[in-house]
């Protein structure tokens, strides 16, 4: 006679079923019947979408033990299926996990044993051992992998991988589970709030999961424009909520917010004039360095842009799609060409071109954002930005040209500016200085500053004093306002980045005196 074994579970074991990769029942039965444990030690809980193939379905119904569940929903995305997962579960540990990861004979022993000696973690994570198959699947494993070993090796928050994240009930409810509205970031959502709670998520090495990585152009760019969209939507509409403060701002919204169509037609003549000073220099057409073109195919592009931002707006998604394409292509190349460095190039700018895309599709969509920006009242007479107050206050300075931050170490935060960029300062009467302090990644020479302009004068070079690593200048300031200070530079190629880069910014720094 069956015995409900649910009272005695020691975890619930949730498995979306989107995104299987193939890998589901294979994934079901190991976790199901290849476990060294007790078997009535844990449930499976099984969420599937709408449209899951029948005889996959059949298969994996099939596999489940009496008590684990099997549960559909109308999504087809995995978030919303495993936060519904998460719900009906009848355990006090959740272990979240993907349909393509395949589970090792002692994965829920070792998983309860961790959990059981560091009971003072609210959760943790585990890396995962990969399973590759083609060029593409191994590239993505490389990058993937290596960015989840950081995360999880280092001091900061983001420990949150739901590829195998253990958490405990009260923790991930108090935390507000996987919001799932904000697609794939919903992960990165519940590291932040996790942490803004106090609540310890830790890392442990065990690799008890085998993480099937797909090599799939058009499954890696849904989930990548998703987690994208994902992401814009929260810092847009939930700014004022306290795990905002974790994640950098985003250029396109706070552009899109903030700025005029003035603003960037100002931007484009600021970048007309670098091409113009880079074609003087010298700088060929094209040439070939680590796979990318450089430099001034790269700086009629980025006029284009400019252009496109500044007279005709609607176009700008258009044109992140064609960019997108063209990444796409060199990929598709290197990949038949077995050019491993030029995969790995190609594969960061398509990345880098569906996050673009999807953030310009997000405000296409949501026309209705912008609005006047509600500036500061408050004009200290002595300040400072730094690029990591967008992840603690919000700075006191706007920017329209920059990329988003970039950290050297733990230490050091930098936010690199395009190769022309504008600074709003909130300035007091009087006579101010002005900083702009950069890493040692660069040395500006005299002749690779080409133009500097106070609230839409030119500022002379004679005015202006030039170290290695800073410049100074000083400007009269009629009253208390905001004043813009823009800067051109040529552009610096720094190895392994494929952007048009300007100047590594460490610091921006005022001081006003009547």
């Known amino acids: 006679m069956y015995t409900d074994p649910r009272p005695k579970l020691g975890a619930s074991i949730l498995i979306p079923l989107e995104f299987h990769r193939g890998q589901a029942v294979a994934c079901i039965k190991a976790w199901a019947y290849e476990q060294d444990c007790a078997a009535e030690s844990y449930e499976l809980i099984v969420c599937a979408p709408d449209g899951l193939d029948p005889e ?186 306290p795990a905002s403060r974790y994640f950098s701002d985003i250029p396109e919204l706070d552009e899109f917010l903030q700025r005029k169509r003035k603003d960037y037609r100002h931007l484009f003549g600021l970048k007309a004039r670098v091409l113009r000073a880079a074609t003087v220099h010298g700088l060929p057409w094209q040439t070939r360095q680590e796979g990318r073109s450089l430099p001034l195919r790269s700086l009629w592009y980025a006029c284009v842009e400019a252009a496109v931002q500044a007279w005709l707006p609607w176009a700008a998604e258009r044109l992140a799609e064609k960019k997108v394409r063209r990444a796409e292509r060199r990929l598709s190349k ?64 706007e920017l329209l040209g920059f990329y988003e931050s970039d950290k050297i170490s733990d230490e050091v935060q930098i936010r690199w500016s395009h190769t022309a960029a504008s600074v709003w300062l909130p300035l007091g009467h009087g006579r101010s200085t002005l900083v702009v302090e950069w890493h040692e990644t660069r040395v500006l020479r005299p002749d690779e500053l080409l133009r500097i302009e106070f609230n839409g004068a030119h500022v002379p070079p004679a005015a202006v004093k030039l170290e290695a690593h800073r410049l100074i200048l000083e400007a009269d300031v009629a009253g208390k306002g905001w004043y813009r200070l823009d800067l051109s530079v040529l552009p610096f190629l720094a190895a392994g980045d494929q952007r048009l880069l300007g100047l590594p910014v460490t610091a921006i720094r005022w001081q006003s005196s009547v």
């Open 56 to 241: 996959t379905e059949r298969e994996i119904r099939q596999s489940l033990r009496p008590w684990d569940r099997f549960l559909k929903e109308s999504s087809r995305h995995d978030m919303p299926l495993v936060a519904a997962a998460a719900r009906q579960s009848a355990s006090d540990l959740l272990i979240f996990t993907e349909s393509h990861c395949l589970p090792g004979t002692n994965a829920v022993s070792t998983l309860l044993q961790v959990a059981e000696h560091n009971r003072n973690w609210a959760g943790f994570s585990c890396p995962t051992m990969p399973v590759v198959h083609n060029t593409l699947s191994r590239i993505e494993a490389e990058i993937y992998g290596s960015h989840i070993q950081r995360e999880l090796e280092s001091d900061g928050w983001l420990k949150v991988m739901d590829q195998c994240f253990v958490v405990r009930r009260e923790a991930y409810s108090a935390a507000g589970g996987f919001r799932h509205e904000f697609g794939h970031f919903a992960e990165w959502l519940l590291a932040a709030e996790m942490h803004r709670l106090g609540l310890v998520v830790g890392m442990h090495p065990t690799r008890v999961l085998r993480h099937y990585y797909v090599g799939d152009m058009a499954e890696l760019e849904a989930f990548t424009l998703d987690f994208a969209y994902g992401q814009i939507k929260y810092m847009a509409e939930c700014r004022s909520e």
């Open 334 to 397: 290197a990949i038949d060409e077995r050019d491993m460095l030029g995969v790995r190039n190609a594969f960061v700018a398509w990345f880098a071109g569906l996050v673009a895309l999807s953030r310009q599709r997000f405000l296409r969509a949501n026309r209705g954002l912008r609005e006047t920006f509600s500036r500061s009242d408050d004009f200290p007479a002595v300040g400072v930005w730094l690029p990591q107050g967008a992840a603690l206050d919000r700075p006191a300075v």
